[in-house]
């Protein structure tokens, strides 16, 4: 069976200050990670695949398959970056069936 | 393009109604899912469909749950009777291909009472 967890429920952190949000996940396969982000009043949406190894807004997020974490990480928070955030895995190679996790809410304080 | 289109956007109804939720893919996608969103569960897939044929129901929860995609433009979500403990928001995705982003739409929350 595939799992995700996400510890936090909700992260708050002070503009500027390093975000991490952490995921660890278990599955028997080869995995795929992705992290979906949801802002206020907005649709669920892709923010980054850890096959594209690339930052956006920011974000970044590496798989270490040997502690089985994807955490997402930013050095300097901004406040437009409190959202909804959940970590997301899949088979590798072009699997459909996504498994999702809890969410963290993450809240950016002036 | 308005993307993936939900409707309703809010549903109310009475223990024992039969429900259906819509949903319309962006076009050119040839994948849809349907999932269900609770505080207890989180985010769940419940059926997903390729080129209109469903591919994997294994989250449906129960026979009161059924799912149609007739066309590459619409699909259904059939709940009959429904309960109260099927409140929950209902979403769905669409994507161009297998293992693609999905591209999710705005949601249906449905509450039973």
């Known amino acids: 069976a595939q799992r995700v967890t996400q510890p936090e429920k909700l992260l708050s952190v002070f503009k500027g200050a390093p975000v991490e949000l952490k995921c660890n996940y278990s599955?028997?396969?080869?995995?795929?990670l992705f992290w979906y982000v949801q802002y206020s009043r907005q649709r669920l949406q892709l923010l980054l695949r850890?096959?594209s190894r690339e930052s956006i807004k920011g974000f970044t997020a590496d798989l270490n398959k040997g502690e089985t974490s994807f955490h997402l990480k930013k050095p300097f928070a901004q406040e437009e970056d409190s959202a909804m955030y959940y970590c997301?895995?899949?088979?590798?190679?072009?699997?459909?069936?996504?498994?999702f996790g809890t969410g963290t809410q993450l809240k950016v304080e002036l | 393009d308005a993307g993936v289109i939900q409707s309703p956007r809010h549903e109310v109804t009475e223990m024992g109604q039969e429900v259906t939720l819509r949903c319309k893919p962006i076009?050119?996608?040839?994948?849809l899912f349907w999932y269900r969103q609770t505080m207890m569960r989180g985010l769940e897939l419940l059926i997903y469909?390729?080129?209109?044929?469903?591919?994997?129901d294994s989250g449906m929860p129960e026979d009161r749950f059924s799912a149609k995609m007739p066309n590459a433009s619409f699909s259904t979500l059939k709940i009959q009777p429904s309960e109260p403990r099927d409140s929950a928001v209902y979403f769905c995705?669409?994507?161009?291909?297998?293992?693609?982003?999905?591209?999710f739409g705005p949601g249906t929350r449905l509450t039973v009472t």
């Open positions: 995705a669409s994507s161009p291909g297998t293992g693609s982003e999905q591209y």
């Open positions: 599955y028997s396969g080869s995995p795929e």
């Open positions: 850890h096959i």
């Open positions: 997301v895995l899949t088979q590798a190679g072009g699997g459909n069936k996504l498994t």
């Open positions: 076009s050119g996608h040839n994948s």
């Open positions: 469909f390729n080129n209109n044929v469903p591919i994997d």
